[in-house]
């Protein structure tokens, strides 16, 4: 059964359209953040991923996912593509990006960054505790930072006492 109302270049037309870069809940993000004062890189290619964005002074990379493409409610999901035109292709595409966002998170969290992911609709309805939750990362980087400090003085021989 064809679910898709659309003609064939109608949903080329749809599909050539989406971006990778600069989508819409990537700049609302951005925006918000902005006005709350953090400075950051877009697309910061020298981090794996090329996180969405990278305030580099925390080091806290941001995705910003689109429920479609990095599976969200991945069962319900599934399901729906398996009734649908090129299912095959679409459930071994969202699949490997999933994958392929895990292995990224992780080699991020190796090199010591802390690695925030939003789905679009979270960025859209609730833009305000998407921030709320990167100034919760920076400031578990500040204390963490300054306990590592604190720590580290106390075997400096050159430290006043």
């Given at each position: 059964m064809n679910r898709?109302?659309?003609?064939p270049e109608q949903r080329h037309?749809?599909?050539?359209?989406?971006?990778?870069?600069?989508?819409?809940?990537?700049?609302?993000?951005?925006?918000?953040?902005?006005?709350?004062?953090?400075r950051y890189r877009k697309n910061y290619s020298k981090l794996p991923g090329k996180p969405d964005i990278a305030i580099t002074k925390y080091r806290i990379a941001i995705f910003c996912d689109s429920e479609f493409f990095h599976g969200k409610d991945w069962d319900q999901l599934k399901l729906k593509?398996?009734?649908?035109?090129?299912?095959?292709y679409w459930i071994k595409k969202i699949q490997r990006n999933i994958q392929r966002d895990q292995?990224?998170?992780?080699?991020?969290?190796?090199?010591?960054?802390?690695?925030?992911?939003?789905?679009?609709k979270d960025i859209i309805k609730h833009t305000d505790e998407c921030v709320k939750?990167?100034?919760?990362?920076?400031?578990?980087?500040?204390?963490?930072?300054?306990a590592q400090?604190?720590?580290?003085?106390?075997?400096?021989?050159?430290h006043d006492r």
């Amino acid at each position: 059964m064809n679910r898709d109302t659309l003609t064939p270049e109608q949903r080329h037309k749809n599909m050539s359209a989406i971006r990778s870069k600069d989508t819409s809940i990537e700049v609302k993000l951005r925006k918000a953040l902005w006005h709350h004062g953090y400075r950051y890189r877009k697309n910061y290619s020298k981090l794996p991923g090329k996180p969405d964005i990278a305030i580099t002074k925390y080091r806290i990379a941001i995705f910003c996912d689109s429920e479609f493409f990095h599976g969200k409610d991945w069962d319900q999901l599934k399901l729906k593509l398996g009734q649908g035109k090129n299912s095959t292709y679409w459930i071994k595409k969202i699949q490997r990006n999933i994958q392929r966002d895990q292995e990224n998170e992780l080699a991020l969290r190796w090199q010591e960054w802390t690695v925030l992911r939003f789905w679009g609709k979270d960025i859209i309805k609730h833009t305000d505790e998407c921030v709320k939750a990167v100034d919760e990362a920076v400031y578990d980087q500040i204390i963490n930072s300054q306990a590592q400090n604190d720590y580290y003085e106390q075997f400096d021989p050159y430290h006043d006492r």
